[in-house]
T-cell receptor, first 114, second 112 residues
Framework: GAVVSQHPSRVICKSGTSVKIECRSL??????MFWYRQFPKQSLMLMAT?????????EQGVEKDKFLINHASLTLSTLTVTSAHPEDSSFYIC??????????FGNGTRLTVT | KQEVTQIPAALSVPEGENLVLNCSFT??????LQWFRQDPGKGLTSLLL?????REQTSGRLNASLDKSSGRSTLYIAASQPGDSATYLC???????????FGKGTRLSVIA
């Protein structure tokens, strides 16, 4: 069964609204979580790395005030896309790693901003 | 900065053929390399993980090889089936704590 649960799997929202995506580790403590974004026919591009209890580290070109990442517990990280616009439409996927566990991926979230 | 390239970008083969997907990476000092399968609109399914000290890994009809010094890996699929149609992604990690760096993938279509 899945060890990383990501919700929602699909979301459609209107331009200007905010969307929250959750990523939960089910049977291990996720000390580090990575958030990726994938545009159609493109590779997964790392957006940010978050360690439990610390501020996320964002990759160059990713706006930290637009993509808010919270990793307040060892089993939950959230990505909030604030004031979403159509160009934010993409496939967002999280991955999580524990101290003694390999990297696991969520099933992704398809975001469509109309 | 690590960069991963996959060739070809797309491949279409008749059912039953054996095929090879290629992956190259610019920084040979990797920790491990992983091959994933991604179906349209879906998440990732890990296929094979090769540690930097290993040369190859096999799982069923899949065989992945790693030549770290030349920065290359191949994924060999034997006796392809229509159900193998998907995008295959190659990804490398430079250490045990760093994120995976992905290639753009190879879109495979196996025609019945």
């Amino acid at each position: 069964g899945a060890v990383v649960s990501q919700h929602p799997s699909r979301v459609i929202c209107k331009s200007g609204t905010s969307v929250k995506i959750e990523c939960r580790s089910l049977d291990f403590q996720a000390t580090t979580m990575f958030w990726y974004r994938q545009f159609p026919k493109q590779s997964l591009m790392l957006m940010a790395t978050s360690n439990e209890g610390s501020k996320a580290t964002y990759e160059q070109g990713v706006e930290k005030d637009k993509f808010l990442i919270n990793h307040a517990s060892l089993t939950l990280s959230t990505l909030t896309v604030t004031s979403a616009h159509p160009e934010d439409s993409s496939f967002y996927i999280c991955s999580a790693r524990g101290r003694n566990s390999p990297l696991h991926f969520g099933n992704g979230t398809r975001l469509t901003v109309t | 900065k690590q960069e991963v390239t996959q060739i070809p970008a797309a491949l279409s083969v008749p059912e039953g053929e054996n095929l090879v997907l290629n992956c190259s990476f610019t920084d040979s000092a990797i920790y491990n390399l992983q091959w994933f399968r991604q179906d349209p609109g879906k998440g990732l399914t890990s296929l094979l993980l090769i540690q930097s000290s290993q040369r190859e890994q096999t799982s069923g009809r899949l065989n992945a090889s790693l030549d770290k010094s030349s920065g290359r890996s191949t994924l060999y699929i034997a006796a392809s089936q229509p159900g193998d149609s998907a995008t295959y992604l190659c990804a490398v990690a430079n250490s045990g704590n760093t994120p995976l760096v992905f290639g753009k993938g190879t879109r495979l279509s196996v025609i019945a």
